[in-house]
């Protein structure tokens, strides 16, 4: 009599009774793993059925518990970001400082005052607590922080521009990116957008002629992600606001500017080029100016406005800041952030400034040290040099020159889509026919894993 192959596949309870199959249990619960084992046994049967053969029960277990983590394991989890790109939205913007991940920590685990005035003994508001910093910092008169810059510039042009003609240069309707494109926020927010200029020029004349009765504000975007070379001219955010001073006639005319990534720091002193502060903006007279809390910040994702004191009262009491608001772990992880620069040390504490002030020759000496522990993995490696980008739609196309680690491979890509499949997953990218490996944005805890994720796959692709 034929051996029947479905005798040696064990039953789902024997199966789900293993002691090798406990500890999936106790991690991903008894109703989600039975639900795996079960679609894997009507598998391998469907494959019996077709002509395979019956896998071994160590095997089958094997396949379970590698499909329970591949189907149960939290999605969001954290990569090595070898690309060099210091504000990386896909990889998550900003990393944060000890301080601000502290300080999370501290009003997850512990109820707080989030909204609740302690000397008064009564109610209170979750927005004052980053504003006396924000305002300190800046100069503005005061502020409000919300979930993000699309948020914050969203409800400023529902509040300020709802049903009015809004100004602004041609060369500033931008998409950022995800979707954010300033022509479609302006009429999803009920704004009639007033396009002046060209793509290259715009002259303070072009806005003077566009100013009507109808206007609600003029609208400066900064260009984030490109940058406009060569016969060029722009108004200035001065400009705009002494012209809008200068109208003959009564007018209630706002002059907001969305800085993107709004640096609260030089980037002159980092060997960048001049990337417009906050501090400027406020200086210039903007009535309001918006930018992320996730980009230069670095500090959690939010959207912060500063301006004066009646708009942002103003801002407050719409409906829609309720919807928009922030959670208390983000108040206080932005609140650290900002308790760094107001000490003076947010250049040390940041990791987005740590990464952008790491000086050269510590990034050549973390290459050479890992192509030093690299050179028996069985791959061409090399340093080359590279430029790592500063990213987050600020300062585009420069670069801070930077050491990479170079792997010769005759399959980049394939190396590429094994380092992703690692544990912890490594992005990295490809220049020429390397695969390379930028030590700027590398951890230094994470090296010894990104050695040891390299040799790996180098051993398995040779
Ligand atoms: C990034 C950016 C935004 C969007 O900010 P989020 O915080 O991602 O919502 C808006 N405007 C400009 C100019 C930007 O650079």
């Given at each position: 009599m034929p051996d029947n192959p479905y005798r040696h596949l064990p039953g789902l309870d024997a199966l789900l009774a293993r002691p090798d199959i406990l500890p999936l249990i106790n991690e991903f619960g008894r109703e989600p793993v039975r639900d795996e084992a079960r679609a894997l046994l009507d598998a391998i049967r469907a494959d019996i059925r077709a002509g395979g053969s019956a896998p071994s029960e160590d095997e089958i277990v094997v396949r379970l518990q590698d499909l329970t983590r591949a189907h149960l394991?939290?999605?969001?989890t954290p990569v090595i970001?070898?690309?060099?790109?210091?504000?990386?939205t896909n990889l998550g913007r900003a990393l944060l400082s000890d301080a601000a991940q502290q300080a999370m920590m501290a009003v997850a685990r512990s109820y707080s005052n989030l909204e609740y005035d302690l000397p008064a003994g009564k109610r209170g508001s979750r927005y004052v607590h980053a504003e006396d910093m924000l305002t300190r910092l800046t100069g503005a008169e005061a502020a409000l922080v919300v979930n993000n810059n699309a948020a914050a510039v969203n409800l400023v042009l529902r509040t300020l521009a709802a049903g009015k003609e809004v100004i602004i240069s041609?060369?500033?309707?931008v998409e950022i990116g995800g979707g954010f494109r300033i022509p479609d926020i302006l009429a999803q927010s009920g704004a009639i957008l007033v396009e002046v200029g060209t793509t290259n020029r715009t002259r303070l004349a072009d806005y003077e002629n566009a100013v009507t009765e109808r206007t609600g504000l003029l609208l400066k975007v900064h260009q984030s992600n490109y940058r406009i070379i060569g016969f060029t001219a722009e108004a200035t955010l001065a400009e705009l606001v002494q012209m809008v001073q200068d109208i003959p006639w009564p007018a209630s005319i706002h002059v907001v500017n969305d800085l993107g990534s709004g640096t609260l720091l030089d980037t002159r002193a980092y060997g960048l080029a001049y990337e417009p502060t906050v501090q400027d903006s406020i200086n210039a007279g903007a009535d309001v100016v918006t930018f992320s809390g996730d980009k230069l910040l670095g500090g959690p994702q939010a959207g912060i406005i500063l301006g004066r004191k009646e708009i942002i009262d103003e801002l407050k009491r719409q409906p829609l800041t309720r919807a928009y608001r922030v959670d208390k772990t983000t108040l206080a992880a932005l609140q650290a952030t900002l308790m760094a620069y107001l000490r003076g040390t947010a250049a040390e504490e940041i990791p987005v400034w740590r990464m952008i002030s790491a000086p050269a020759e510590e990034l050549e000496r973390r290459a050479r040290a890992w192509a030093n522990a690299l050179a028996d993995a069985g791959a061409r490696i090399e340093l080359l040099p590279g430029g790592s980008a500063v990213g987050g739609g600020s300062l585009p196309g420069q670069t801070l020159p930077t050491t990479l680690l170079a792997v010769g491979c005759p399959h980049p890509q394939r190396l590429l889509t094994a380092l992703r499949a690692c544990s912890p997953p490594v992005i990295a990218r490809v220049q020429e026919d390397w695969v390379v490996f930028d030590p700027r944005t590398i951890l230094p805890a994470q090296e010894k894993i990104l050695l040891k994720a390299i040799r790996d796959v180098l051993a398995i692709l040779q």
């Open positions: 394991a939290p999605s969001l970001n070898a690309t060099g790109v210091i504000v990386h041609r060369s500033e309707l």
